[in-house]
């Protein structure tokens, strides 16, 4: 019988020390540099994605298939076209289709399980295959590997039958951290790819990070106000992020350039750091199906 434990408790191992509330007013002080406003439309389209990631955390959807749930209004134009649940990690996916946008979706879900929670404790560097002094987080890592091979045998059938297709990879948590992973995985075989995360932790090491962004994939990364998910693990134990950071520091959402992580946006806050962040995006319940 699966485990199910509140969702904060990863939180927990990795930032008892950190647990200072900011309050609202001091984002106003705060200088968030060389970044810039997002358009409208940017931040249409992180809600979007947000909402494919707050989906799979309900059990309509995951193991489900179908759009029953909170903020499924937004998907229910897409075709669910299989889920996926496994059993040594519970790693959960959904694979829906939009045929109006010719589109393949890839959502991981996040943290919900005892599974899940060891995945993410586990925070132990290991090679990444291909890429010299490049390594990623081993718990994050299997946690990929546990539905890899029928995941990527599903997606390139989808592509077969639908050609000129592309691929949108998102998720929130660890989800972040699996969608990453699956989005190189899909890149590496010649899939065109796009990726979108929410409150995604560390991944890998600089080399890791560097290689991310070489590749050049469209990497919108976004971060809400004082989630400290995103700041973990930390960068003193050689974890970067890559990509373009999306910060909602509640006053409004703004931009720091793709590539290596800055301390511009979500990074200028320092050790205000609140867990009730990390379960809400875009107005949107995420780690809980509410």
């Known amino acids: 019988m699966k485990l199910t434990i509140f969702p904060f408790t990863f939180l927990s191992f990795f930032l008892l020390p950190l647990l200072v509330s900011a309050s609202h007013g001091e984002f106003k002080k705060r200088q968030i540099g060389s970044a810039r406003q997002a358009t409208t439309a940017e931040v249409e389209e992180l809600m979007f994605y947000s909402s494919l990631s707050a989906d799979v955390y309900c059990p309509a959807v995951v193991p489900g298939g179908t759009w029953i749930c909170p903020n499924c209004a937004k998907a229910r134009h897409l075709e669910i076209v299989d889920t996926f649940t496994t059993i040594a990690y519970d790693t959960n996916v959904l694979v829906a289709r939009g045929d109006t946008d010719k589109t393949i979706y890839v959502v991981f879900r996040g943290s919900v399980s005892l599974q899940n929670w060891l995945a993410d404790l586990t925070a132990i560097p290991v090679p990444y295959s291909g890429v010299t002094g490049a390594t990623v987080h081993v718990g994050f890592l299997q946690s990929y590997k546990d539905v890899q091979k029928k995941l990527i045998e599903l997606v390139n059938k989808e592509l077969v039958a639908h050609p000129g297709y592309t691929v949108a990879v998102s998720g929130h948590s660890l989800g972040g951290a699996t969608a990453l992973l699956c989005a190189l995985d899909l890149y590496e075989q010649g899939v065109n790819v796009k990726l ?57 959402v703004v931009a720091c350039p793709n590539g290596l992580e800055t301390n511009y946006c979500s990074g200028s806050l320092g050790v205000g750091l609140i867990f009730t962040d990390h379960t809400s995006y875009f107005g949107m319940s995420t780690g809980i199906c509410l």
Do not use: C, M
């Not at 600089?206 to 990497?219: H, M, R, W």
């Not at 990364?221 to 960068?235: G, I, L, M, N, W």
């Open 196 to 252: 979108y995360t929410q409150g995604q932790p560390r991944t890998g090491n600089k080399k890791f990070a560097e290689y991310v962004v070489k590749t050049g994939i469209p990497y919108k990364r976004a971060v809400h106000a004082s989630d400290p998910v995103p700041h973990v693990p930390d960068t003193l134990l050689g974890f970067y992020h890559a990509g373009e950071e999306f910060w909602d520091n509640r006053l409004r």
